[in-house]
């Protein structure tokens, strides 16, 4: 299994950007599917994106898609969330995922997460 580390979270204004980052430890990162979940309160963790371990294709769930981008950097194990035009319902803990079943929501290793707060 990879270790990974989030930050980057914290409070924005609706409207606003914040760019995740989570590093993984291991000499094995560029061979993982790797993904962001995010599980605000009250609520079951869901899936956010995700990318191929070349780069190569992303997902993302329809609640993001086109004001979130995932992307990776092999030679630096880190794996990047640019989320833009943040809303107050994207208000949640932030969690990395790595595995090759992390579109499935069945990864096997995760973050201990960064909270995004969006203020309205």
């Known amino acids: 299994q990879v270790q990974l580390v989030e930050s980057g979270g914290g409070l924005v204004q609706a409207g606003g950007s914040l760019r995740l980052s989570c590093a993984a430890s291991?000499?094995?990162?560029?061979?993982?599917?790797m993904g962001w979940f995010r599980q605000a309160p009250g609520k079951e963790r869901e899936f956010v994106a995700a990318?191929?371990?070349?780069?190569?294709?992303?997902y993302y769930a329809d609640s993001v898609k086109g004001r979130v981008t995932i992307s990776r950097e092999n030679g630096k194990n880190t794996v990047y969330l640019q989320m833009n035009s943040l809303k107050p319902e994207d208000t949640a803990v932030y969690h990395c995922?790595?595995?090759?079943?992390?579109?499935?929501?069945?990864?096997?290793?995760w973050g201990q997460g960064t909270q995004v707060t969006v203020s309205s």
């Open positions: 995922a790595a595995g090759p079943l992390v579109v499935d929501g069945r990864p096997d290793s």
């Open positions: 291991g000499r094995t990162f560029s061979l993982y599917t």
């Open positions: 990318i191929a371990s070349s780069g190569g294709i992303t």
